[in-house]
């Protein structure tokens, strides 16, 4: 059983910055591709970032290239989404998701198994 727990969301003022943490249990961390989703009221889930294995290779929606970083701590079991510059556009809800598979680059919700609560990110104007 994997269990993935969210954390760091909050309240922010356009132009701030928050760091989203998310941290596998009961599974090889190593195994795992992560990445970022997004959902605003009212919308799709829609992909933020993706990071490979080795955390070498990293993926990110044009529409936060530039101002949002993945990143991934092995010692830890954790992934981060360090977001700057946000933008009222960016309120959501941030799940973190997990891949064993060969397409987690793709950047498709329907190729991760495995996700987490989902943590709130609103930002005000």
């Known amino acids: 059983q994997v269990q993935l727990v969210e954390s760091g969301g909050g309240l922010v003022q356009a132009g701030g910055s928050l760091i989203l943490s998310c941290t596998v249990f009961?599974?090889?961390?190593?195994?795992?591709?992560m990445a970022w989703f997004r959902q605003a009221p009212g919308a799709e889930r829609e992909f933020v970032a993706a990071?490979?294995?080795?955390?070498?290779?990293?993926y990110y929606a044009d529409s936060v290239k530039g101002r949002f970083t993945i990143s991934r701590d092995s010692s830890k079991n954790t992934v981060y989404l360090e977001m700057n510059s946000l933008k009222p556009d960016d309120t959501a809800v941030y799940y973190c998701?997990?891949?064993?598979?060969?397409?987690?680059?793709?950047?498709?919700?329907?190729?991760?198994?495995?996700w987490g609560q989902g943590t709130h990110v609103t930002v005000s104007a």
């Open positions: 998701a997990a891949d064993q598979g060969a397409y987690w680059y793709r950047g498709l919700s329907s190729d991760y198994a495995y």
């Open positions: 990071i490979g294995r080795s955390g070498s290779m990293k």
């Open positions: 009961g599974r090889t961390f190593s195994r795992y591709a």
